[in-house]
Structure formats: structure tokens, C-alpha cells
């Protein structure tokens, strides 16, 4: 009877905690790959800032344009950013003014790029399962000491179906928690190079700050 008991328990053992089928090297490999089958990528995005020290959320939302090599068209907040690799656009929609810089001056914390592949750099810790907006998805911790002074925690939800990002979130040394919501991203198989350059027009000033 002892030894029945025994196997009974083990059986609901493994009935509870399924075993993963999924590491999180194995997933963060099949991501890096997903990124290799294009050359650029678009999406609309949603980030929410959630303030250590305040019950206010920062929300907004954006289109992004996005390739290697510092290349770059971003739509958020009224402001329209253009970045061809050598030359950013800053274009105020309401002021109707273009600021042009070096991309060589651009801040970290506003290089869309840097968001969209900052995880890859980094080291999966651990993998389980998630779900959002009715879909499920595989959930990588990583190890942000690549970016240390800049996050504390990072994480990346990806698609069970191709490995793409659906959702990353970073905690800063601040203890500020900000979740970026990924839609409609697409592989761009090809661009090019007036994609991500700034387009004159008309009762637009231009200022060149280079």
C-alpha cells in the first residue's frame, strides 16, 4: 500500500509541473533568428511608465521604423524623429520646425533601436509561461548587467509562435518599471535609403544644429 501511495504521488507530481519544453537559451537563439530574416522592422508600440515613487502612469504610444545601423523613423508625441544613420531630423510638428543633429548626439534613452534589440544582447536567466492580450507567450528573464546603470531588471516576452518580441520590461536603478507592448510588427525584407531621411515641406523651418 506504501509503495502504491509512493507512485501515486508521483504520478500527480508530474501531472502538476509539466516539464518545459522550451529553455531560455533555446528561445532567446530562436528570437536572434527571427531578427535575422529581415532587414528592417515595423511596429506600433505602447509604453507605460509606472514611477517608483508615485501612483501616476506615463502612457503614450508611437510608430517605429527601424533598421541596423542607426537608421530610424520614429512617430510619438507629436514629434516625428528621422535618423539615416549619419543625420537626425527632429521634426516638431506643432512648432512646424526641424531641428537637424548628429545621430552621433543622440541620447541612449531615445534610440528606438536600442529598445527593439537591447534584449538580445543579453543573457537569459530563466523561461516560463505568460499570457497577454488572450495570447500566450514565453517569458525571459535576463541579466542586465550589460546594462548596468541603466537597468536593474529586464525581461522579454516573446511569440510561442515565431519567437518574436511581444513585450519588454526594464527596471531602472530608480525602481521606475516601464512595460513596452509591441503590435503589428513586421519583417521588412527590404528599404531604402530616403525611407529614413526627412522629406522638406512646405512652411516647415529648418534649423541645422550640426
Known amino acids: 500500500m506504501r509503495r502504491l501511495f509512493h507512485l501515486l504521488a508521483l504520478a500527480l507530481l508530474f501531472v502538476v509541473v509539466p516539464t518545459m519544453s522550451m529553455t531560455a537559451?533555446?528561445?532567446?537563439?530562436?528570437?536572434?533568428?527571427?531578427?535575422?530574416?529581415?532587414?528592417?522592422?515595423?511596429?506600433?508600440?505602447?509604453?507605460?511608465?509606472?514611477?517608483?515613487?508615485?501612483?501616476?502612469?506615463?502612457?503614450?504610444?508611437?510608430?517605429?521604423?527601424?533598421?541596423e545601423g542607426n537608421r530610424f523613423v520614429l512617430d510619438m508625441a507629436g514629434i516625428k524623429?528621422?535618423?539615416?544613420?549619419?543625420?537626425?531630423?527632429?521634426?516638431?510638428?506643432?512648432?512646424?520646425?526641424?531641428?537637424?543633429?548628429?545621430?552621433?548626439?543622440?541620447?541612449?534613452s531615445l534610440h528606438p533601436s536600442e529598445l527593439l534589440f537591447k534584449y538580445l544582447n543579453c543573457k537569459a536567466k530563466e523561461i516560463s509561461e505568460g499570457e497577454f492580450a488572450g495570447e500566450k507567450l514565453w517569458v525571459l528573464k535576463l541579466d542586465p548587467s550589460k546594462y548596468a546603470g541603466q537597468f536593474t531588471q529586464m525581461e522579454v516576452w516573446l511569440s510561442k509562435k515565431d519567437f518574436s518580441p511581444k513585450r519588454l520590461y526594464t527596471v531602472d536603478p530608480s525602481g521606475n518599471g516601464s512595460w513596452y507592448n509591441i503590435v503589428n510588427l513586421k519583417v521588412m525584407k527590404s528599404v531604402a535609403p530616403e525611407d529614413f531621411k526627412y522629406k522638406p515641406l512646405k512652411g516647415v523651418d529648418e534649423i541645422d544644429m550640426r
Open 25 to 67: 537559451d533555446q528561445a532567446m537563439e530562436k528570437s536572434k533568428a527571427w531578427f535575422k530574416s529581415g532587414k528592417a522592422w515595423s511596429l506600433d508600440f505602447r509604453v507605460q511608465v509606472f514611477y517608483a515613487d508615485s501612483p501616476d502612469i506615463a502612457s503614450q504610444n508611437g510608430k517605429l521604423l527601424v533598421a
Open 81 to 108: 524623429f528621422y535618423s539615416d544613420g549619419e543625420s537626425l531630423w527632429q521634426h516638431n510638428m506643432e512648432q512646424k520646425q526641424v531641428l537637424i543633429k548628429s545621430v552621433e548626439d543622440l541620447s541612449s
